[in-house]
């Protein structure tokens, strides 16, 4: 079965540089979450979006943005990188309105700042 | 908002032991609690979930319990394996628009010792 894809799946970045991230949910799901997950942290979450409108914001800062495509995939762009931003990224994906609550998590992209 | 507590952080077992983790949620409108593992550099992956008009669930090895009224569930393993080594994640979800942002716990780091 398909599932969640992201990429890439590594980047390296120097701090005060931009990164993009992709997500292309599992065919048919419209909803895509992003988390990120520091080293022994669990995912927090950052934003999620419904049908290509943003549904949802947690702690997601000022510099980074996201947005949903009209294929559902979703991207994720970083701005002015901090050695803090270091951290494993992960998209996951619904289907809500079609009973599909559980979240599917994509295998996530391992970004370093230097 | 939602805050979900999980215990304990580490678990150590013998092989063919139970193990049991448990969770508190603080939000009683959150309808929707799953169990993800995530092995060191993986994703996480789903394994069990249970609605809060269920008591609890079983599949196979691996059941969830959940008390509303308590506001706590709980995920049990049973005949543990050395594969079932990894670090296990609750979570629970806050109504946000519908489409429900994973709220995890801090995770337990389960180790199943042969």
């Known amino acids: 079965a398909a599932g969640v894809i992201q990429s890439p799946r590594h980047l390296i970045k120097e701090k005060r540089e931009t990164a993009t991230l992709k997500c292309y949910p599992i065919?048919?799901?419209?909803?895509v979450y992003w988390y990120q997950q520091g080293p022994g942290q669990d995912p927090q979450f950052l934003i999620s979006?419904?049908?290509?409108?943003?549904?949802d914001k947690g702690s997601i800062p000022d510099r980074f943005s996201a947005q949903q495509f009209s294929d559902y995939h979703s991207e994720l762009n970083m701005s002015s990188l901090e050695l803090g931003d270091s951290a494993l990224y992960f998209c996951a994906s619904s289907a809500p309105d079609r009973g599909v609550n559980e979240q599917f998590f994509g295998p996530g992209t391992r970004l370093t700042v230097l | 908002g939602e805050n979900v507590e999980q215990h304990p952080s580490t678990l150590s077992v013998q092989e063919g032991d139970s193990a049991v983790i448990k969770c508190t949620y603080s939000?009683?409108?959150?309808?929707?609690f799953p169990w993800y593992k995530q092995e060191l550099g993986k994703r996480p992956q789903l394994i069990i979930d249970i609605r809060s008009n269920v008591g609890e669930k079983k599949d196979q090895r691996i059941a969830v319990t959940l008390n509303k009224t308590a506001k706590h569930f709980s995920l049990h393993i049973t005949e543990t394996q050395p594969e079932d080594s990894a670090v296990y994640f609750c979570a629970g979800t806050m109504f946000s628009g519908g489409y429900n942002k994973l709220i995890f716990g801090a995770g337990t780091r389960l180790a199943v010792h042969p």
């Open positions: 979006f419904y049908e290509k409108m943003q549904s």
């Open positions: 065919p048919r799901h419209d909803t």
């Open positions: 939000d009683s409108a959150s309808n929707y």
